[in-house]
């Protein structure tokens, strides 16, 4: 079977400059909003795959679930718990446990702005041993009356950035409290938190208890010591979850809406192959003449809907590799708020496949089915069309 050249195609597009520019625009689109709905979903998942630690266990109140703000233990659970336990990884004498008091609060950027919700977490310098993670990017660490943020809790409040420098202030349980620096996790959810001295939010929230206690256990060391030690000591009303396991109960929680989030993505693919179905139908019954007149003088009517099929995934390759440059240059690590609270955009190489993927079966499927119609008709009727 003889093929119509390949600049055939390449010059079928340029003759008409603004059909073929409005489904460019219009095929870039549709595949720049699937990697956004697919990085949307890439990114939830990857903060809270690299938020876990399978050394690091969790110990918190009995019957709390997932819910670690609610969560209430004697201050000396951690004393208690690193002392009882033998695996609990130990350097130079201090043991690696992390008392902590974590809750959702009502936080001001300036003393008389409207309140946001953020995330607080009160520590103690035990807390860079038990997360490793955490690195400190600019400005101190907090003193008294001073906080460290993560350098996504200014999306989470929904601030500007300039209202969370270093040396600005924050205002949050009946006082004022100094930004001493920022801090980096990796992508994990403590990026999102404000982290400041255990003891001083202790005092401003009137509160003497923890919320959990973090521990890390030496590399031979096993769940079940800690495990066996919150069922044996009933009447501190503990339960213990590995850090792994408690994001992935997270990530099961959120698998609805990383389904609505497919859901989506499907709606604009199927959107997206209406509106090219319709754009190549008028493109390709504009030219039965042309069409015709190919198969008059000797081209088979394969070889025209190849040339046809070719068009349309040559302007769909092209409107794929704009989107995935807009995709990477705009929309690649840009962070968003979350309940859980903020992450990042994630334009990776999974979310590129789906895009490109998207873009080349909308290219096939749009220009497929209007030129196997065009092409049924008879040649004498095609050279008669106006």
Known sequence: MALLPWEYGIRNLLRRPLRSGLTLLGLTTVVLLVLVVVGFVRGLERALAVSGDPRTVIVFSLGMGENLEYSSVPMRTSDLVAASIVGVQERYGQKFA?????????????????PEMGLVRGITPSALLVHSQIEIVEGDWPKTDEVMIGRLATTKMGASPEDTRVGQSLWFEGRQWRI???????????????????????????????????????????????DLFCKERLDLELQAVSQIDYFK????????????????????????????????????????????????IGFQRRAAVVSIVQEGTLIAVTASLIASALALFLVNGSAVRFTMGAFELQV?????????????????????????RVLRLPVVDGLKAV
């Not at 404000?194 to 769940?223: H, N, Y």
């Not at 990530?251 to 090219?276: E, H, N, S, T």
Request: proline share 4%.
């Open 98 to 114: 992390s008392p902590e008091l974590y809750l959702g609060t009502q936080i001001r950027t300036s003393r008389d702005g409207t």
């Open 180 to 226: 001493s620096g920022v801090f980096a996790a990796a992508g994990a959810v403590f990026e999102s938190e404000i982290w400041c001295r255990l003891d001083g939010l202790q005092q401003a929230m009137k509160r003497q208890d923890l919320s959990l206690v973090a521990l890390t256990l030496k590399p031979d060391a096993e769940f079940q010591d800690v």
């Open 249 to 296: 109960t997270l990530q099961k929680d959120y698998a609805p809406v990383r389904m609505l989030a497919w859901l989506v993505a499907f709606l604009i693919f199927a959107a997206g192959v209406f509106a090219g179905l319709n754009t190549m139908y008028g493109a390709v019954v504009g030219r039965v003449r042309e069409l015709a007149t190919l198969q008059t």
């Open 348 to 372: 990776d190489s999974v979310s590129l496949l789906y895009g490109c993927g998207t873009g080349l079966a909308l290219g096939i499927l749009g220009s497929l089915p209007p030129a196997v």
